[in-house]
C-alpha cells in the first residue's frame, strides 16, 4: 500500500480552527473545560490559543504564534497534533507494541493494550501524546491523533479524507499518497522562494525519515516553534534497543548461571554426603 | 452582494476593508485562497491586525472610523492616475456607465468651501436641502452630459475637486497609516483599473456600524465604479453578511422602513395608494433608461393581493389602507424601537432569535428599558439575556413586572424551508433530524398565535378588525405547509392560478400576487427552484452554477452584469465573461451566460432598442455623484460621535445629519482617550446564544478579552493574561487583557492614539458567560441607517 | 528455642524482611510486563499499574516504621553493611569454590550477615533509594518535570530493574535452592538456626553471641 | 426531494461516545477524565441543510439515526461554495442538536414580579400571547393621526429578529406585524 501523508500549508491556514473541531466531533472527544453548575470554567490566559494543549481529547490544536521581524508583525498559526514518523519515537519505546505502523505509515495504536506507562508522552520530540492519568492510582491510558483511523471510526477504509482534512475551508490542508504530497509540497516551497520567502522550506520531507504530517512554511521551522531537527534520543532508542534486551539477557543469564551451580554444587553436595 | 461567494475566485486583487473574512466568513477564504493561487494579492484594511491580515499580501492599519478618509484617498489617486495615465484605466466604462460625465446643478457647493458642509445644509432641521445636488437637465428633462468629462460642472470634475483634499499625507494624518503603506495599497489595487482585471470589495460591519457608514459603503462603490470593477466576474461592492438569513430576512423586510421587495413603507401622508406611488416611483425622460423601478405600482398592488385576496380591489386601492403607516419624518429603527420603549410607548415586544440584550447598542439602557415591558414573547432555542433580562445580575426580579413567555424553538436542520445567503444564493434546507419533543418551529409559532388572533377579533372585533379579518391565512390545519407560503411569496397568476414565472410579468390590476416580486421565480410551475442541487457549472465557467439553488433577482448571479461587457456586448475580461452577446442568438440576437441585467442589446448593436446598463437608477448610469442619501452627494470624513482627536479635515467634527438621542453620554477624550472598537471572533456567533451553549467552540475561545498593543499595556502597566476594567461613558467590564504586537498605537499629528478592541458575543446566560461589549457602545447611528456605532467609541483601560 | 538452635533473626526484623521481599516481588512481577511484550495483556487498563503504586507505597512506608519503632536495630544493620575487612576480601576469593564445589576450607569466618549478604544488603539500600527517587518523580511530577528529566528516570529505573532483578534471583537461590544453604530459609522463616549451621556459616557471629551467654 | 447523493459515510459512521460527558471531570481536574471506548454507530440518514451560521451559504450533511438522533454533521461535498469545509462553528453543529442539554424543551413563563421560571403548556402560551397581543394593540391602535389621516398602526408593540428564521418565517412574520398595524419591526440587519 502506498504511504499516504497530510501536507499542511501553514501559508494558507487562516486558523478557524475548524479542524480543531471537526477533530473532536468526528472522533467523539468531548471538551475538556470543566463544568459548573451553571456554566463552565474555563479561561482565557491572554491568547486566542485555547484549549492551553494537548490532552487526551484534544488530538489536534491550532498554535498561535505572534512574531515581529523588520518592523512587520506576523501572526503565524500551526497545525500541532501527531505527525507520524517514519522514526517514531512513541513506537521505540512502547514497550508492548500497542504503537505501532499501519501500512499507510501512521501510527496507529491500540488503545485496549495500552499498559499507561506513558513513555510515549515524555519520548515525542513533537510533545504529542497525551494521557489520561489519575495522579493517586496511576490508571492511564494514551490518546494522540489516528489520522482518522481508529477503528470503527477509520475515514479512510471508506475512502474520506481525515476529518481535519476535509474541513478545512481555506484548502491549507491536504491528504494523498506521499510521494504526491511531498511533490505539492516542493512546488509550493518553490512557489514562496520566488515571492521572496528565502527560508520556505518543506518541513518533514526527511526529518526523522520522512514525517506523513508535512509543513509548508515561510519561514526556518524554528520561527514556527517546530524543532529544527527533530531526533529521537538516546535514551528512547535505548529502551528497546538496549534496555529490554539487556533485561532479557541478564535476566537469562542468571537463571543459567544459577542453574549450572545449582547442577554442579548438587552434585558436589551429594559427593560429599557419601 | 452585488457578486456571490464563488466569484471572488476570478478577484485579481481583493481588499477586506472593514472585513475579517478569516474570521467571520471562513468558508470565503477558500474562494479567496483560490484567487491567491492564481496569483491575487490581498489587501486587508484593518485597526487591528486580524486573522485576515496574517493572511493578507498588504496589511494596512487605520485607526477606526477613518475608512472614508483612507477610500477618499484611494479615489484622489485613481483620480490623479486616470488623468496621467487614462490607458491604465476603462475609460469607455467611465464615461458610458457611470454618471462621470452628467453635470451637476452649478449651485452645487462641496465640502472644501463650506467647511465640511454641502450646499444645503440646514442647521436648524439638521438636514440638507438637496436641490443644488441635481443633474441639470436639457429641454427634453434629461440629464446633459460632457463626454470628454471637462466641464467644470460635471460629476468627474466636481469628484476632483472633492476628493484632492485627500492627500496621501492628509490620510496618513487621519488614519494613522503610514504613507508608503497606503499607497502600496491603492497602487496595487488600482492595478484592477485596466481593462479586462477585476478587483473586488469585501466589506461587513466593519464598514457600515459608524455615523457615516452608509457613506463608508459609498466611497467603495465610487472607487469601484472609477476602476470598472461593478458587474464583471471577480468584481463588485459585497457586503458579506453575518447571519445565515439576514439577506432574506432583508429581503423579506423585517425592518420598519421597507415591505417585502425593498418597498418603500407607507407613511401618513400616503393618502391613497397614487399618492404613495407618486411619492415613490422614479421617473425619467430618458428614453434609453429602463427605469426599472417604473414597475413600483405591479409590485404593490401584487403584495396587497397576496396579503388581502379577495378584499383588496380596485375599488379600495387594494386595502392599500390595510397597510399600517408610518408618521412621516419619524424614526422607528433599532435605537428608535428601544428608546420608545425606555419612555413607556412599547409595551409588548415579540423577540424572533434576537438577543438584544448582548446585541443591542448601550446594552445597559436596551435592558433596563426592557423592564417597562408589560410582556414580551421569546422564541429560541436557548435561554438568552433577553429572554432573562429580569434577573440579570444586579437587579431584583420582584421590582420587575414584565410577563416573559419563553418558547422553545428547533434549530436550522430540524425544520424545513428556504434561506438566502450573502450572494444573493437561495438554498432550500430539509429537516434532517427530531427537535426536543416540545420544541417547534417559528411557522407553527406564527400561525398558531395569528390564527388565534383572527378568532379573537372574529369574535370580539376591536379596532381594524377587519384588516385581521381579511387576512388571507390558510396553511393547513395542523402544521403550516411550508411549500405553501414559498408559493405565496412567488405569486401566481389569479385567472389561471398558475405560479407565476417572472416579475416581468407581475401586473399592477390585480390580477397577479406576488408575496415579494424579488422572489419571483423562485418557486415555479417547474418546482421548487431553491431546492436545486445541479452543480453544473455555467456556460463561461466562472463559478456562476446557475442549477444550484436559486439567485434573486431571476436566478442573476452577478448583479449589474450589463456592465461586465463593452459597447458591443462583448466582455471586458476574456477570460471571465459573465455575459456575452450573440448575434446568432434568436432573431434578432441574445445574451449568453448569466441571466443579464435585463435582455435589451448592447449600444452599439442597437442605439436605440438598447438600454443603459444600471437599470435600478433612473438614469440607468452609476452614480458616482448620489443624491439618494441623506448626508451628502460625495463622500467626506467626519469623525465618529466620540473620537480621539478633532477632525483634520474640517471644522465639522461629526456627521452633520446623525439623530443623538442622549448627548449627555458622550464621553469625551480627556476622560476616555482610548478608541475602543467590538467585533467578532470565528468561533463564536453573534449575541453569542447559539454558540455560548456548545462546548467544543467554548473551550476554542472561552470568555471575552480586550486586546491591547504591547505600548498600551506598559503604560498601564498590564500585565497579558491580567484582568483589566474598561470603561466608557455608559458602562464598565472587566475582561480579560490580551496584550499584543498586533496592536500598534496611532501615530497621528504627532499624536499617539491607543486604540483596543473587545469581541461582544458574552452576557450573562449560558453556559460561557461574560461581560458584553455593548454595555460600553453608544446609542447613537448612523445618518441613513441608524445602524449604531459599535466600531468607534472612546474608552479608558485600568488594573483591576 | 530448643538448645540446638539460634535466634538468627527477631521478629520485627522477619516481619520487615517478609513484607518488603513481597512487595518487591509484586513490584518486580508487575514491571516485568513491560518487558516481556506477551505479557503485555496483564496490563491493560493499567491495573498492574495501580498494584505497582500499591506496593511501591508499602516498599517505601515498611523501612520507614521499622526504622522509627527500632533505630537502633537498624543502625546496627547499616553499620554492618558498611564495614568491610580483610575476611570479605576472603570470603570473596573463597566464594567460588565454595558455592560450587563446596570448598569450605579457604572460607573465613562471617559475622551475622556473609559478605555475599552484606552486598545484598547493600545493593538493597542502594537500589532502594534509586527506585524510590525515581519512581516518586514518574509518578508524582509526570505532568511537571521536563520529558527529558522523566525519560532518564524510567532509564535509571530500568537499569535498577535489571540490576535487581538479577541479583533478587540470585538472593533467593541461595536462600532457598543452594545445597548448602540448608537453614538459610529457616533462619527467615522462622528466625532460628541450628548451632551447627550457625558455627559452620557466621562463626564470628556465633563467637560473639556464645561468649555473651557464657 | 432529488439530491445528488454522495457517499459521505459507506460503511462505518461516527459513534458519539457521550457529547457531553461532563460528570466525568466533576472536581475541576480535566486530566481525571475517564477513559472512553469509543462506540460504533451504525450509518443514518443523510439530509443535506444549510449552515445557520454566517450568511455564507455553506452546504451541510446532517446524519440521523432511525429516531431523528444526530449522529454526525459535516460539510456537503458536493457544495460549491464550501466543498465539504466547515469553521470551528460549522464543525461544532452537532452540538446543537436535542442532545444538547441545554436546549429549551418546554414553553416558560414568568409571571410579573416572579423570582422565576415556570413550566407552562403550549396551548396556554399561546392564548394568553394572543390575548395580550390582542389587549394592547386595542389600547393603542391609531386609526388615525392628528391630521386625520388614516394610519391604522400601533405603536404599543415592537417586534424583533428574523434573520436566524427562514425565509417563509419571515414573511408569515412581517404579513402577521403589518396586518396588527406593527411600525416597529426590526431586526438583525439594523445593528
Given amino acids: 500500500m502506498a504511504e499516504k501523508a497530510i501536507l499542511f500549508d501553514a501559508t494558507k491556514c487562516t486558523a478557524c480552527r475548524g479542524c480543531q473541531v471537526a477533530c473532536k466531533q468526528w472522533n467523539g472527544n468531548d471538551e475538556y473545560i470543566p463544568t459548573e453548575p451553571n456554566g463552565v470554567k474555563a479561561s482565557n490566559r491572554g491568547s486566542y490559543e485555547n484549549p492551553p494543549d494537548l490532552s487526551p481529547s484534544t488530538w489536534l490544536k491550532i498554535r498561535f504564534t505572534e512574531v515581529e521581524s523588520g518592523g512587520r508583525v506576523r501572526w503565524l498559526f500551526t497545525r500541532q497534533a501527531c505527525m507520524h514518523c517514519t522514526d517514531a519515537a512513541c513506537v521505540r519505546v512502547c514497550p508492548n507494541g500497542s504503537l505501532y505502523h499501519n501500512g499507510l505509515g501512521f501510527v496507529e495504536y491500540n488503545k485496549d493494550t495500552c499498559t499507561g506507562c506513558g513513555y510515549c508522552v515524555d519520548a515525542c520530540p513533537f510533545q504529542v501524546p497525551r494521557s489520561t492519568r489519575s495522579l493517586l492510582t496511576g490508571i492511564a491510558k494514551m490518546d494522540k491523533c489516528t489520522l482518522c483511523t481508529t477503528q470503527g471510526l477509520n475515514r479512510l477504509d471508506d475512502g474520506m479524507e481525515p476529518a481535519c482534512v476535509k474541513t478545512c475551508p481555506p484548502g491549507a490542508l491536504q491528504f494523498g499518497n506521499r510521494d504526491e504530497m511531498v511533490a505539492a509540497g516542493r512546488e509550493r516551497v518553490g512557489t514562496l522562494k520566488t515571492m521572496g520567502w528565502s527560508g520556505a522550506n518543506l518541513y518533514g520531507e526527511n526529518e526523522l525519515n520522512g514525517l506523513h504530517v508535512m509543513y509548508v512554511l515561510d519561514d526556518y521551522p524554528a520561527v514556527y516553534g517546530l524543532p529544527a531537527a527533530p531526533r529521537v534520543e538516546g535514551v528512547t532508542r535505548a529502551w528497546k534497543n538496549v534496555i529490554q534486551p539487556l533485561g532479557w539477557a541478564v535476566g537469562g543469564l542468571t537463571i543459567i548461571g544459577l542453574g549450572m551451580n545449582w547442577l554442579v554444587a548438587r552434585t558436589n553436595a551429594k559427593k560429599e554426603a557419601k | 452582494m452585488t457578486n456571490h461567494w464563488n466569484d471572488i475566485a476570478n478577484a485579481d486583487v481583493i481588499m477586506a476593508i472593514g472585513s475579517n473574512p478569516a474570521e467571520n466568513h471562513p468558508a470565503a477564504f477558500g474562494h479567496i485562497t483560490a484567487a491567491k493561487d492564481k496569483g491575487a494579492r490581498l489587501i486587508s484594511v484593518d485597526p487591528r491586525f486580524t486573522r485576515t491580515s496574517a493572511r493578507a499580501d498588504i496589511y494596512c492599519p487605520l485607526r477606526s472610523g477613518t475608512d472614508i478618509a483612507f477610500v477618499n484617498g484611494m479615489i484622489k489617486y485613481v483620480m490623479d492616475d486616470i488623468n496621467a495615465n487614462p490607458r491604465n484605466y476603462n475609460m469607455v466604462y467611465i464615461t458610458e456607465y457611470t454618471n462621470a460625465p452628467y453635470l451637476i446643478n452649478p449651485g452645487y457647493k462641496g465640502p472644501g468651501e463650506l467647511n465640511g458642509l454641502f450646499s444645503g445644509y440646514d442647521p436648524g432641521k439638521k438636514s440638507y436641502d438637496k436641490a443644488t445636488w441635481q443633474y441639470q437637465l436639457d429641454d427634453k428633462g434629461i440629464p446633459k452630459k460632457d463626454k470628454t468629462l471637462k466641464d467644470p460642472d460635471c460629476v468627474f470634475q466636481v469628484m476632483k475637486k472633492h476628493y484632492a483634499r485627500y492627500t496621501p499625507e492628509a490620510v496618513s494624518r487621519i488614519t494613522g497609516c503610514p504613507v508608503d503603506t497606503f499607497l502600496l495599497a491603492i497602487q496595487t489595487f488600482a492595478a484592477s483599473g485596466a481593462t479586462g482585471k477585476a478587483g473586488t470589495i469585501l466589506y461587513a460591519m466593519g464598514t457600515t456600524q459608524h455615523t457615516y457608514g452608509t457613506q463608508n459603503v459609498r466611497s467603495y462603490a465610487i472607487l469601484q465604479l472609477l476602476l470598472g470593477n461593478i458587474g464583471i466576474a471577480g468584481g463588485g461592492i459585497n457586503a458579506m453578511r453575518g447571519e445565515s438569513n439576514v439577506q432574506g430576512s432583508t429581503d423579506h423586510c423585517l425592518l420598519y422602513h421597507i415591505l417585502p421587495g425593498y418597498l418603500g413603507v407607507t407613511q401618513n401622508t400616503d393618502t391613497t395608494l397614487a399618492k404613495y406611488l407618486e411619492r415613490l416611483t422614479p421617473t425619467t425622460k430618458d428614453p434609453n433608461s429602463a427605469n426599472w423601478w417604473q414597475n413600483y405600482p405591479k409590485y404593490i398592488v401584487s403584495l396587497l393581493k397576496a396579503w388581502y385576496g379577495n378584499a383588496a380591489t380596485k375599488d379600495n386601492d387594494f386595502a392599500f389602507h390595510f397597510l399600517p403607516k408610518i408618521q412621516a419624518g419619524q424614526n422607528y429603527s433599532h435605537i428608535a424601537l428601544f428608546e420608545a420603549m425606555d419612555a413607556g410607548v412599547i409595551k409588548g415586544l415579540m423577540v424572533w432569535g434576537q438577543n438584544p440584550a448582548v446585541g443591542g447598542p448601550d446594552a445597559n439602557l436596551e435592558r433596563r428599558a426592557m423592564g417597562r415591558l408589560d410582556w414580551m414573547v421569546v422564541a429560541d432555542i436557548w435561554h438568552t439575556e433577553t429572554a432573562n433580562f429580569w434577573h440579570r445580575p444586579g437587579v431584583d426580579p420582584a421590582t420587575i413586572k414584565t410577563e416573559v413567555f419563553l418558547l422553545p424553538a428547533v434549530v436550522s436542520y430540524e425544520k424545513e424551508g428556504s434561506v438566502t445567503n450573502s450572494g444573493r444564493w437561495m438554498q432550500w434546507r430539509w429537516k434532517g433530524a427530531n427537535p426536543p419533543a416540545q420544541a417547534r418551529d417559528d411557522l407553527w409559532m406564527q400561525d398558531q398565535i395569528t390564527r388565534r388572533l383572527k378568532a379573537l377579533y372574529a369574535a370580539e372585533g376591536g379596532p381594524g378588525a377587519e384588516i385581521i379579518g381579511s387576512l388571507v391565512w390558510n396553511y393547513g390545519d395542523e402544521h403550516p405547509d411550508v411549500h405553501a407560503v414559498a408559493r405565496e411569496i412567488n405569486g401566481y397568476d389569479l385567472a389561471t392560478g398558475k405560479l407565476m414565472g417572472s416579475f416581468a410579468n407581475l401586473k399592477a390590476d390585480g390580477t397577479t400576487s406576488s408575496g415579494n416580486w424579488l422572489y419571483c421565480a423562485s418557486y415555479t410551475e417547474d418546482g421548487n427552484m431553491a431546492a436545486r442541487r445541479d452543480t453544473t457549472p455555467d456556460m463561461f465557467n466562472v463559478g456562476l452554477y446557475p442549477r444550484w439553488g436559486w439567485s434573486w433577482p431571476l436566478n442573476r448571479r452577478i448583479i449589474y452584469n450589463r456592465a461586465s461587457v463593452d459597447l458591443d456586448g462583448q466582455p471586458w475580461d476574456k477570460e471571465h465573461p459573465v455575459i456575452k452577446w450573440n448575434p446568432a442568438k434568436g432573431e434578432s440576437g441574445g445574451w449568453d451566460g448569466d441571466v443579464p441585467d435585463g435582455g435589451w442589446p448592447p449600444i452599439n448593436v442597437n442605439p436605440q432598442t438598447t438600454r443603459w446598463p444600471f437599470i435600478m437608477k433612473a438614469e440607468g448610469h452609476a452614480r458616482l455623484f448620489g443624491s439618494g442619501l441623506v448626508d451628502g452627494p460625495l463622500t467626506e470624513h467626519y469623525e465618529p460621535w466620540e473620537a480621539p482627536v478633532p477632525n483634520a479635515m474640517s471644522g465639522q467634527q461629526n456627521n452633520p445629519v446623525i439623530k443623538v438621542w442622549r448627548p449627555e453620554e458622550q464621553g469625551t477624550p480627556d476622560k476616555y482617550p482610548i478608541v475602543c472598537s467590538t467585533y467578532r471572533v470565528c468561533e463564536h456567533w453573534q449575541g453569542g446564544q447559539m454558540t455560548r451553549n456548545m462546548p467544543w467552540v467554548i473551550e476554542a475561545q472561552p470568555e471575552p478579552f480586550v486586546e491591547m498593543s504591547e505600548e498600551l499595556a506598559a503604560e498601564k502597566g498590564i500585565a497579558n493574561g491580567e484582568r483589566v476594567i474598561v470603561e466608557s461613558a455608559r458602562g464598565r467590564i472587566e475582561v480579560v487583557a490580551v496584550v499584543t504586537m498586533r496592536f500598534k498605537p496611532f501615530q497621528m499629528n504627532g499624536r499617539r492614539v491607543h486604540q483596543v478592541g473587545i469581541p461582544w458575543h458574552w452576557g450573562y446566560t449560558g453556559l460561557s458567560t461574560g461581560p458584553s461589549a455593548n454595555e460600553l457602545t453608544p446609542h447613537v447611528g448612523d445618518a441613513n441607517t441608524m445602524i449604531p456605532e459599535y466600531k468607534a467609541f472612546l474608552v479608558d483601560v485600568k488594573k483591576v | 528455642m530448643t538448645h540446638h538452635e539460634v535466634e538468627k533473626y527477631r521478629t520485627p526484623v522477619r516481619v520487615l524482611h517478609w513484607i518488603h521481599a513481597g512487595s518487591f516481588v509484586i513490584l518486580f512481577l508487575t514491571g516485568l510486563v513491560l518487558f516481556i511484550p506477551g505479557l503485555a495483556f496483564l496490563a491493560e487498563d493499567s491495573w498492574t499499574r495501580l498494584i505497582h503504586r500499591i506496593f511501591a507505597a508499602i516498599f517505601v512506608v515498611a523501612p520507614v516504621i521499622y526504622i522509627i519503632l527500632n533505630p537502633k536495630s537498624m543502625a546496627r544493620g547499616l553499620k554492618l553493611a558498611f564495614s568491610w575487612g580483610k575476611d570479605d576480601m576472603g570470603w570473596l576469593k573463597a566464594a567460588p569454590g565454595y558455592y560450587f564445589q563446596g570448598y569450605e576450607e579457604g572460607m573465613p569466618p562471617q559475622d551475622s550477615m556473609n559478605t555475599g549478604q552484606k552486598m545484598w544488603w547493600l545493593m538493597v539500600i542502594v537500589f532502594g533509594v534509586i527506585f524510590v527517587i525515581t519512581g516518586a518523580i514518574m509518578w508524582f511530577a509526570k505532568t511537571a518535570a521536563p520529558p527529558a528529566v522523566l525519560q532518564w528516570m524510567v532509564f535509571i529505573h530500568d537499569i535498577s530493574f535489571i540490576a535487581t532483578g538479577t541479583m533478587f534471583f540470585l538472593h533467593i537461590y541461595l536462600g532457598v535452592f543452594h545445597p548448602l544453604m540448608t537453614e538459610s530459609w529457616n533462619a527467615m522463616a522462622s528466625g532460628k538456626i541450628s548451632k551447627e549451621y550457625a558455627k559452620a556459616h557466621h562463626a564470628r557471629w556465633y563467637a560473639e553471641i556464645s561468649k555473651d551467654k557464657e | ?191
Avoid at chain 4, 443514518?44 to 454533521?73: H, L, Q, R, W
Avoid at chain 4, 464543525?91 to 414568568?110: E, I, K, M, V
Avoid at chain 4, 428564521?165 to 419591526?185: H, P, Q, S, T, W
Fill in chain 4, 1 to 191: 426531494m432529488e439530491l445528488s447523493r454522495r457517499d459521505f459515510l459507506k460503511g462505518s459512521a461516527a459513534g458519539i461516545g457521550g457529547v457531553f460527558l461532563f460528570d466525568a471531570l466533576a472536581g475541576g481536574v480535566a486530566l481525571a477524565a475517564p477513559i472512553k471506548k469509543i462506540q460504533l454507530t451504525r450509518q443514518g440518514k443523510e439530509t443535506p441543510t444549510i449552515c445557520p451560521y454566517d450568511a455564507s451559504g455553506c452546504g451541510f450533511i446532517v446524519m440521523a439515526d432511525a429516531k431523528g438522533k444526530v449522529i454526525n454533521i459535516e460539510g456537503d461535498p458536493d457544495h460549491p461554495i464550501n466543498r465539504g469545509a466547515a469553521c470551528a462553528k460549522g464543525a461544532s453543529l452537532r452540538q446543537l442538536s436535542a442532545d444538547n442539554p441545554w436546549r429549551l424543551t418546554r414553553p416558560l413563563y414568568r409571571a410579573p414580579g416572579a423570582a422565576d421560571w415556570q413550566p407552562v403548556e403550549w396551548g396556554w402560551a399561546l392564548d394568553k400571547i394572543a390575548r395580550n397581543i390582542k389587549d394592547t394593540r386595542d389600547a393603542a391602535f391609531l386609526p388615525r393621526d392628528k391630521d386625520g389621516n388614516i394610519v391604522n398602526r400601533t405603536e404599543s408593540i415592537a417586534c424583533l429578529g428574523g434573520s436566524a428564521l427562514d425565509n417563509e418565517e419571515c414573511y408569515l412574520l412581517v404579513k402577521m406585524a403589518r396586518a396588527l398595524g406593527l411600525v416597529y419591526i426590526e431586526h438583525h440587519a439594523r445593528i
